[in-house]
Structures are given as C-alpha cells and as structure tokens.
C-alpha cells in the first residue's frame, strides 16, 4: 500500500509550486481532483515546450511534467451553481489546496470557515505569494516577483552588470519542498488528534531560508552582499571555466588547501601554482583574477567530463555545466530513474520528473499522464459525486461542467 492510499485531495492549486506539491501526493497514492476552467486556463497550459510545436491548452509539456495520476475537472467557478459542486466535493475530500491571491477562495464564498463547517476535520492549504495577513498580503506576482523580493536577484548575476533572475519562478521550485512535510504533518496531527487545520505558507518567507548567510551578514553585521558571479566571498577557485568545444565549461571549488593541492597534483604543479599569492586560500582569494586567468589557461585543453571525472577521482569538487541534454543523458539519472515516460495524446510521448525520494518499501506508481482540460468530468461526476446522467447532461448544457473537447488553440 503507498503511503498516501485513500487519501482524497480536492486541488486548486496551479501555477508550479501548487501541483509540484500535490504530484508527490499523486504519485505516492492519493486521489487528486483538480479543478479547472476554460474561461481562465491554468498558467502552465499555455507554458512552452508544446507537443509537435503547437501551441494548445491540451499540449504544455511544463504542465504535463506536474500532473500526472490526477483527475481533470472543469467547472466554471464564474456559475452560480459551481458553489453547491465545490462543496459536494468537500464533503468527499480531506484536504482542499489553494494559491490564489488571499481573498480570493472567500470572495467564492469558500473560505476554510465555510468548508470546515461541511466537513469539520478538513485539512486546507493556501499558499500566497506574502502570506494570508499584513499589509501587502493581497500583493498578487509571480515567481520572478518573489524572487527579487527575497533578495534572489540582486544575488544573482555579475557585479558590473544588472540584476539577473534566477532561472524561472525559481521560488516556485523551493516552496514544495517546505509545503509538502507541512501538509505530512498536518495529516499526521489529524490522524492524532481528530481536528484539521488551515496552512497559511508565505512563498516569500520560505524562499528566504534558501538566503539565510546573505540575510543573517545584513542583520548581524550590517554588511549586505550583492553580485559576485560565480566566485564566493571566501574561496577560490570557485568558478565556472572553459573547456574544449563549443560552450562547454566544468566547474572547479576548492574549500580547502586539501583540495587545492589536490588539483595543483592534477595539473602537474605548474611553477605558477606555487608562487607565494596562491600560497593559502586568503592570498588565493586576493589574487583571484590572476588565478581564474592562469587556471581557464590549463581547463581549456581539456574536454569537460574527462576534466570531471579525473579531478572527481582526485578528491577535487567538479562537475561540468550540463546542457538539458546532458541532464537527460546522464548515466546517474538513468540509473536512478529520475525520468519516466508517459504518452499524451497531445503532447506526445515525454519525460516526467519523478519524485527525489525513494521508499525502500513502496514504489511510486504512474497510471495516466496529465489530464486534458475537462478530460475526467463526467467519470468524477458519477464516482465521487454520485451524480446521475440527466443532471450531469443539465450542468453542461448550462455550461457549470466543462468537458474535454479536444486540443484548444
């Protein structure tokens, strides 16, 4: 039996942090419902790559990589009648997920208060870009937002240059790893003690544990750090350096003079590696412009996973810069299985990113891949809600059901 067996999931969640969370859910055994409307499609469906380079709500493999073995609803939550649906599901469900901008799920006239009162054990999460309260809670953004608000982006980049953000809706891809072990724990306070609870997680204030030395220098030591590019305040070498071909770059940390003698080994202890500036990390780190040059010199006459792998071997921090080729061809992620293939209908057949976790007793399970916009309405409609032909016909007649009807351009 996988852990979350039996466990029913009501999902509003969307975007990544949302249903990155709820596929662990998903992939360990829980019923997942998400629900989805036409009328304001889901961020990630009209996110690239696309299926055969087509643009579609049904053909987003950044959608698809999210939400496999999930069930998709459409509902127009903009009906009347969408309300009494919601809460029929609420009677079935032990957790509700949302992310909208705090206000919102009540202006639906769905607020925790509302839910708790069908079903009184109820676990609900909400996760806001600022949290449910203070004064700029009802700030809505994005991940990019979140990242310069952190203080991500005026990390990131070269110093002589403007600020860079981080790859995507980077907080995006931290928030998961905090929201999942909040809900675990809820789940297991409820199975304790009987009683559900609302979970309030701030994106923001879980982003800024991935920036607690930079925030902890500021408010401790009144120094604020700023860009550096790819050296660290204390450490060198600590950089990215070419290698032969197009593009190609491994990188090289030296954290202690173990190490560094390490690599002066490897090199064949050039007479520049044992001039007095490079005698110890401090004088190294005085003089690293002079270093990077000498040491880029010595790397570009070597391809970079043969450089990897001997200066691995050595004892010496390395690894290349990886292409997304690279990530995908890589012999440590396809021996653990960090990718699973899936076909869609629309998007083809394409990897998915399993969980990072492995259960010695339990295996993750991929049934289907990620539902098409409406794809599981009416087998949702009759299995969980009990409803009957005729009034499932009526509610999509009077457009509250919203059901597959092929790629939408």
């Known amino acids: 039996m996988r852990p979350f067996e039996g466990l029913k999931v009501l999902d509003f969640f969307w975007v990544v942090i949302g249903p990155m969370t709820t596929s662990y859910l998903a992939e360990y055994g829980a019923t997942i419902v998400r629900i989805e409307s036409r009328g304001r499609p889901e961020v990630l469906r009209t996110a690239p790559p696309f299926g055969g380079g087509k643009r579609g709500l049904n053909r987003s493999a950044y959608y698809a990589n999210y939400n496999v073995n999930k069930y998709g609803f459409g509902l127009n939550m903009g009906h009347p009648q969408a309300l009494d649906i919601v809460k029929r599901f609420v009677a079935w469900a032990d957790v509700v997920t949302e992310n909208f901008t705090p206000g919102t799920i009540e202006k639906w006239g769905l607020g925790y208060d509302v839910l708790r009162a069908i079903k009184p054990d109820l676990i609900m999460i909400s996760a806001s870009m600022l949290g449910r309260d203070g004064p700029h809670s009802r700030q809505p953004g994005f991940g990019p937002v979140l990242s310069s608000l952190s203080g991500m982006t005026d990390l990131t980049g070269w110093p002589d240059r403007a600020p860079s953000t981080p790859y995507g809706a980077y907080t995006d891809f931290v928030v998961p790893r905090f929201a999942l072990p909040t809900l675990v724990a809820a789940l297991d306070y409820r199975r304790r003690t009987g009683q559900g609870q609302h979970i309030d997680i701030s ?92 040491l880029s010199a010595w790397t570009q006459q070597h391809e970079a996973f043969g450089l990897m792998h001997t200066l691995q071997q050595a004892g010496v921090p390395a690894g290349v810069v990886q292409t997304n080729q690279d990530v995908i061809d890589d012999p440590q992620m396809q021996q653990r299985g960090a990718f699973v ?45 009990s409803m009957a032909d005729e009034e499932i016909a009526r509610l999509i007649a009077d457009n509250v059901l919203e059901v597959d009807s092929g790629e939408q351009t």
């Open 203 to 294: 994106q923001l204030e879980a982003a800024l544990h991935f920036m607690a030395p930079p925030v902890m220098d500021a408010a401790n030591n009144g120094h604020v750090q700023t860009r550096m590019g790819n050296r660290h305040p204390s450490v060198a070498p600590h950089a990215a350096y070419p290698c032969l071909g197009e593009g190609r770059w491994c990188t090289i940390a030296c954290m202690t003079e173990t190490e560094w003698q390490a690599l002066c080994q490897v090199m064949g202890h050039p007479a520049w590696s044992s001039a007095s500036r490079f005698a110890s990390m401090f004088s190294r780190k005085q003089h690293e412009e002079a270093l990077d040059t000498l």
């Open 341 to 385: 293939y899936m076909d869609h209908p629309d998007v083809g057949y394409h990897p998915v990113q399993r969980s990072e976790f492995r259960l010695s007793n339990t295996a993750a399970e991929f049934h289907w891949p990620a539902p098409n916009l409406g794809q599981h309405t009416v087998q949702v409609c009759k299995d969980i809600l």
